[in-house]
């Protein structure tokens, strides 16, 4: 660290970020980048101007999220990956941390004192022909933004009224009711390469394929991805639509919030970097 710089993560660091990104594989864009970073704190890694290394905390609430955690490949192994991860980490103060970790990752996010407690599952490809005929599901305005949240909260323990504004300005998040009142949600947004479905909340594995499968339909023959806990019960059901199973990551949190046994689960990501 002798001739480099440590530095908060700002706007002007989003090119090199996204350079990271690309040389691991990842498919996020400039604008996915931008809309992580616009939630969130972080710290990076500088040679002169060049980014070498990246990481983002996201806070939502009591749980705070690290991810983006990516060393430049000709510069691994020098500790720059600890280093920056541990500034990050130190500009918020969460009673939980949570990431998704890769194998690669996993020695030194045990070190830093996170444990497993899961796996995701990555699914994407082409979106199959179901049947015709399908209606899209009532789409959710900024009004209904508090109860999207409160129900979002139920489900995760999080505090991500912020993500969904977020996600409905420029994506879109449909709804299912009962008896006038939402009770389940799942939202649509370009993302990588094509559409991500996600985050999807909804009280049972029924109930989330019904909001699922019509947006899978609208979607024939584009780029799709889903993320979700390996033990939703989504995986063979969701391949069949024509998204594969091509990865994932453990779940790995450090410290515990208790998510209050509700109706509402998870049954789909709104990424890996903020759950």
């Not at 069949?240 to 990551?249: E, M, P, Q």
């Not at 949190?253 to 689960?265: C, L, N, W």
């Amino acid at each position: 660290m002798d001739t480099l710089t440590l530095s908060p993560f700002g706007k002007a660091h989003l090119e090199g970020a996204v350079r990271l990104s690309r040389a691991v594989s990842w498919p996020h864009r400039l604008e996915d980048w931008a809309l992580l970073l616009s939630l969130s704190k972080g710290s990076v890694v500088l040679d002169g101007e060049t980014v070498l290394a990246t990481t983002l905390v996201t806070p939502m609430g009591p749980v705070a999220t690290a991810s983006m955690i990516i060393v430049d490949g000709e510069r691994r192994g020098a500790g720059l990956g600890r280093r920056v991860m541990e500034a990050a980490m130190a500009q918020v103060n969460p009673q939980e941390w949570r990431l998704t970790a890769t194998q690669d990752g996993l020695p030194l996010y045990t070190r830093l004192g996170f444990e497993a407690f899961g796996e995701i599952r990555q699914h994407q490809g082409i979106a199959m022909p179901l049947q015709r005929g399908f209606s899209l599901p009532e789409e959710a305005g900024t009004a209904d933004l508090d109860t999207l949240a409160a129900l979002d909260r139920a489900a995760t323990g999080m505090e991500r009224r912020k993500l969904l504004a977020a996600i409905l300005a420029e994506g879109r998040i449909f709804v299912t009711r009962e008896a006038g009142r939402i009770v389940a949600f799942a939202a649509q947004r370009r993302f990588g390469r094509g559409i991500l479905i996600g985050p999807v909340v909804a009280r049972d594995l029924s109930e989330a394929q019904g909001l699922i499968e019509p947006l899978i339909a609208a979607a024939e023959g584009q780029f799709l991805r889903m993320d979700f806990d390996a033990d939703c019960g989504l995986g063979e059901w969701i391949a069949a639509r024509g998204l594969a199973h091509c990865g994932g990551g453990v779940k790995m949190r450090r410290g515990i919030v208790s998510v209050a046994e509700g109706p509402q689960k998870t049954f789909g990501l709104a990424a890996q970097a903020v759950g």
